[in-house]
């Protein structure tokens, strides 16, 4: 059974440093990963979504990086603002099964 | 572009009875998902609909918990009879098949 993990389970930095979000899963055998946000309260807004042939995707002050191989994604915000302060997920489909498995998230408080 | 709708967005229960929620997805996205999210926890996917034929319910309690999505458009998940530990967020997401997964806002329910 795919296992997805995410270190650490917080994080606390200040306004304008650059951070890594790490998040490994056990089965390679992924098909796509999806990163999303979600505020408290809230549902998931999808960040990006790395399909398993691709090493990585941007969009704005984040870039997601994918090694299949050994079972890693990092997501990097880059000049980090009060406004990324939320948990942050990850999620892989799996390629056979088609479904989705996320791992419990990184609660980030970014401080002005 | 509408998104993923969800109603009621908060239920309060006691245990022993029954609720029902509602997910209308995203237009024309042939694959919907109901997670359950409990508090401090990522995600755990319930049931995956294609069209209105069931795709995973593999994790789905059974004896308590029903869904489905007549006309493969509009989703109910029910419960009956809730109890203490079915007290989560229950969350709808829609996706064109193996693509992005889009999040309604989320139903809270509290069981006591």
């Known amino acids: 059974k795919q296992e997805v993990t995410q270190i650490p389970a917080a994080l606390s930095v200040p306004e304008g440093e650059n951070l890594v979000l790490n998040c490994s899963f056990t089965?390679?055998?992924?098909?796509?990963l999806q990163w999303f946000r979600q505020d408290p309260g809230k549902g998931l807004t999808s960040l990006l979504l790395?399909?398993?042939?691709?090493r990585e995707q941007t969009s704005g002050r984040l870039n997601a990086s994918l090694d299949k191989s050994s079972g890693r994604s990092t997501l990097y915000i880059a000049a980090s603002q009060p406004g990324d302060s939320a948990t942050y997920l990850c999620?892989?489909?799996?390629?056979?099964?088609?479904?989705?498995?996320f791992g419990t998230g990184t609660s980030l408080t970014v401080i002005p | 572009e509408a998104g993923v709708a969800q109603s009621p967005r908060y239920k309060i229960i006691e245990k022993r009875q029954s609720v029902a929620f509602w997910c209308n997805p995203i237009?024309?996205?042939?694959?919907l998902y109901w997670y359950q999210q409990i508090l401090g926890q990522g995600p755990k996917l319930l049931i995956q609909?294609?069209?209105?034929?069931?795709?995973?319910d593999s994790q789905l309690p059974k004896d308590r918990f029903s869904a489905e999505r007549l006309k493969g458009v509009d989703s109910t998940l029910k419960i009956q009879p809730a109890k203490l530990e079915d007290s989560a967020v229950y969350l709808c997401?829609?996706?064109?098949?193996?693509?992005?997964?889009?999040f309604g806002p989320g139903t809270r329910l509290t069981v006591t």
């Open positions: 997401a829609s996706s064109l098949p193996h693509y992005e997964q889009y």
């Open positions: 089965d390679s055998a992924i098909y796509n």
């Open positions: 790395i399909q398993s042939s691709q």
């Open positions: 999620a892989v489909r799996h390629g056979t099964g088609n479904q989705f498995y």
């Open positions: 237009s024309g996205h042939a694959t």
């Open positions: 609909f294609q069209n209105n034929g069931v795709v995973d």
